[in-house]
């Protein structure tokens, strides 16, 4: 999927592996999570008679039963027709039933799609009384709207029907169908746009059609609605054109519902589409794709000129390439270095893991607001995992200690680790550089007392640590004054330290290059890693000046094996 980015169309993926990768835990989870709240007997009960309702609304000849069709690749059987009332003239029942062959402990499911057409006719509130009483009946997974292109729909008689669902955290998409039988299809978007504005903040999302150019929309309203255009079989029309349209959207429409909905009406909905092949065969493509592709992301923030590209350099021990690009409007310049990593403990390129970092280097986040804090992180979150969040100041910089204070809440609680760092340590005088050191101070002990201080670096629980550093010399001739640089071999090893699990590995993966740090923190590694003496002697004295690759692979072999 793709997003709309500032104020210019921009399409460049959205990476939604991690989404996939969470979805799929999402739908095998959800029967184990029944189970923690209710005894076994209850699920079993459940699972066996909970049919899940799917409802489908629209006029008369819109596409429902070919959108229907589509959804479930034709394994629905019309099951019964009924009476809603005279106003709604009938409702349809499509069933679609499990087939597959089961284990004697796992249960069928039943997936119901009611055809509800004749909305737009009501003409007294008794239609509206009886279809909102019909809905709260089904407690649908969703609701699926239907309007096709020159098709009659009056959405005034839509809008109570979204009100009660969006009440009752019913999830509705609204689909135009037949989107090329008719010229105005973009007209009924925009109608269903307007008609959604209630819902919440509206984002587009953009898919690929290949082979064409043109990107397939999906919009977004909140939590809780979407909009977007489908065609649910192949579309010809000869007296127009000898041109035939494919089928579009529907793959596009099954996985932004699924995005939209947890817990049993994920796994209902996933019934619904298992049928689907063409959704499922893209999925298992990204799933491939992911297994071989690991992301995850460092976040640098702190006003412009504090040196914080330079302690990203200093940090992965060369000059590291950026490209300009912008995760929200609230960002305003905000680049980002990509390092790329085969995994060392695969000899086959062709099927070797990928790690990529991305370092996130974030100027102005002072002038932001908690909601814009939250909402930035929130987006990394997405397309990558966290390592850790890396905030600078230098002495006599400006820094808003709420925002601040905002930024490592946060964190905290997306367990992220947190390095408050002093930069430009020695740019300011000794007084500011203080001031720094006892802001962070102050702000850390909030959330955990300090359990150390070494190194020159205080350090708070697993959560936390706060240093200062000197990235590059320190030159000033006027005073006869030169400092080397200092403090970086300390702080990569502080967050080393502070990390568990893969975060090491990507952290390590991210300061491979640095010569200085493997070879002068060499004996500390082996030490935390309780790596024998013996075998430290002998493996300094087999690989000699290539001491720091070596020390790498040494120190990722015992990692990995911790794992």
Not at 266 to 281: D, G, K, N, P, Q
Not at 395 to 421: E, H, K, M, Y
Not at 457 to 463: E, F, L, N, S, T
Not at 506 to 514: E, F, K, S
Request: aromatic share 10%; with cysteine.
């Amino acid at each position: 999927m793709y997003e709309k980015e500032d104020n210019n169309w921009k399409f460049k993926p959205k990476c939604n592996r991690n989404t996939l990768g969470n979805l799929a835990k999402k739908v095998t989870n959800v029967q184990n999570s029944l189970s923690k709240d209710l005894y076994q007997p209850e699920v079993d009960y459940a699972i066996e008679k909970i049919q899940f309702n799917i409802l489908i609304v629209g006029s008369p000849r819109v596409g429902k039963s070919e959108l229907i069709n589509a959804l479930c690749n034709g394994k629905c059987r019309a099951e019964t027709s009924s009476s809603l009332n005279s106003c709604t003239k009938e409702v349809r029942c499509y069933v679609l039933e499990d087939d597959r062959q089961h284990k004697s402990d796992e249960q069928p499911f039943k997936i119901n799609f009611y055809d509800t057409p004749g909305i737009e006719s009501w003409i007294n509130q008794s239609g509206k009384k009886t279809m909102l009483e019909f809905i709260e009946e089904k407690n649908p997974v969703c609701l699926i709207y239907c309007a096709s292109p020159g098709s009659f729909a009056d959405l005034k008689q839509v809008h109570p029907v979204l009100e009660f669902c969006k009440s009752k955290d019913i999830f509705c998409a609204l689909v135009c169908t037949n989107m090329w039988s008719g010229s105005n299809r973009h007209m009924v978007i925009k109608e269903f746009e307007k008609e959604l504005q209630f819902f919440g903040e509206q984002i587009d999302k953009f898919a690929d059609q290949s082979p064409s150019q043109t990107h397939h929309k999906v919009s977004f309203f909140g939590k809780g609605a979407l909009c977007t255009m489908v065609n649910s079989k192949e579309y010809h029309d000869p007296d127009l054109s000898d041109k035939r349209m494919p089928v579009q959207g529907i793959d596009e429409l099954i996985h932004s519902i699924m995005e939209s909905l947890d817990q049993e009406k994920l796994l209902a909905w996933c019934y619904a589409v298992l049928h689907r092949r063409t959704y499922w065969e893209k999925i298992n493509n990204i799933f491939l794709a992911t297994s071989m592709a690991k992301e995850y992301s460092i976040v640098v923030c702190g006003s412009a000129r504090v040196g914080k590209s330079t302690l990203v350099n200093a940090i992965c021990g060369k000059q590291v390439a950026r490209t300009s690009s912008s995760l929200c409007s609230h960002t305003e310049r905000m680049e980002k270095y990509i390092i790329n990593r085969n995994d060392i403990f695969t000899n086959d390129r062709d099927n070797s893991v990928r790690y990529t970092i991305t370092i996130y280097d974030t100027p102005g986040i002072e002038s932001w607001t908690e909601e814009h804090v939250r909402s930035y992180l929130s987006n990394i979150m997405q397309t990558s995992k966290p390592v850790c969040m890396i905030y600078c100041a230098s002495p006599g910089s400006f820094a808003r200690l709420d925002q601040l204070q905002w930024l490592v809440n946060t964190c905290i609680q997306s367990n992220i680790f947190c390095a408050l760092v002093c930069t430009n340590k020695y740019s300011g005088g000794h007084e500011k550089r203080t001031q720094v050191m006892q802001d962070f101070h102050s702000l850390l002990t909030r959330y955990h007392g300090m359990t150390r201080d070494e190194n020159m670096i205080k350090y708070y629980g697993d959560v936390a640590l706060c240093t200062a550093v000197n990235s590059i010399v320190y030159e000033d001739r006027d005073l006869c004054v030169r400092k080397e640089a200092e403090g970086i071999n300390e702080l990569i090893f502080g967050i080393l330290t502070s990390l568990k699990d893969d975060k090491i590995v990507a952290w390590c993966y991210t300061v491979a290059d640095n010569e200085s740090f493997w070879t002068k923190m060499g004996s500390k590694l082996t030490e935390f890693f309780k790596i024998s003496q013996p075998v430290v002697e002998k493996f300094f004295q087999e690989h000699g000046k290539e001491i720091a690759t070596a020390l790498f692979g040494l120190i990722m072999t015992v990692i990995k094996r911790k794992m």
